[in-house]
């Protein structure tokens, strides 16, 4: 299957500081992305969907300006999570398509102290 | 919208044994369902998916059947081992015209244990 490269993998912040989250295709270029939540036993939630060169569409409850996203390129895409709070604190994964098919990340664990 | 709904929960097996995954849906649209994999700390991993012009599919020791008319569709595991122990999630969404990327609806996920 494709690789989707996703950095960094495990991140501590403070409280009240933003935090960046790179999400690549390695070997496939994807228009589109998607970016996930997941609380620990539950399942992956949507939280926004990333389009190359125009803005990201965000998922009803999931405020754009504290989940800032960015898709500056067919590879890459960005969450910005600013203003961290405790509440941050969660597993975020990314996804890109490729031939119909939704390929994951590794998954991001954000820490928010 | 759609919602997908997962059972059972958990499920606990013997090495050797057979595991199935249930899962139905809502939306009558949707067309593809993928499974996958996901280990602790790690993000999900497709094992097998199935489009809604087929009613089955095989690879190996994993197969996934779809009843359209129903609107379920399951995962079967055969001679499991402990490395199949982990979350499994079944997905479900609206290919658009061309194989348009939408949206993929999660279930709820079940915890698979393969106990030696």
């Known amino acids: 299957g494709a690789v989707v490269s996703q950095h960094p993998s495990r991140v501590i912040c403070k409280s009240g500081t933003s935090v960046k989250i790179e999400c690549r295709s390695l070997?496939?270029?994807?228009?589109?992305m998607f970016w996930y939540r997941q609380f620990p036993k539950q399942s992956l939630m949507l939280m926004a969907t990333?389009?190359?060169?125009?803005?990201?569409?965000?998922e009803q409850g999931v405020e754009k300006d504290k989940f800032l996203i960015n898709h500056a390129s067919l590879t890459l895409s960005t969450l910005t999570v600013t203003s961290a709070h405790p509440e941050d604190s969660s597993f975020y994964i990314c996804?890109?398509?490729?031939?119909?098919?939704?390929?994951f990340g590794q998954g991001t664990r954000l820490t928010v102290v | 919208g759609e919602n997908v709904e997962q059972h059972p929960s958990t499920l606990s097996v013997q090495e050797g044994d057979s595991a199935v995954i249930k899962c139905t849906y809502s939306d009558s649209a949707s067309n593809y369902f993928p499974w996958y994999k996901q280990e602790l700390g790690k993000g999900p991993q497709l094992i097998i998916d199935?489009?809604?012009?087929?009613g089955e599919k095989k690879d190996q020791r994993i197969a996934v059947t779809l009843n359209k008319t129903a609107k379920h569709f399951s995962l079967h595991i055969t001679e499991t081992q402990p490395e199949d122990s982990a979350v499994y999630f079944c997905?479900?969404?609206?290919?658009?015209?061309?194989?348009?990327?939408?949206?993929?609806?999660f279930g709820t996920g079940t915890l698979l244990a393969v106990q030696p």
């Open positions: 199935i489009r809604s012009n087929v």
């Open positions: 070997d496939f270029q994807a228009t589109t």
């Open positions: 996804s890109a398509p490729l031939q119909a098919r939704a390929f």
């Open positions: 990333s389009n190359e060169g125009s803005k990201a569409t965000y």
């Open positions: 997905a479900a969404s609206n290919r658009g015209i061309g194989g348009a990327t939408n949206k993929l609806i």
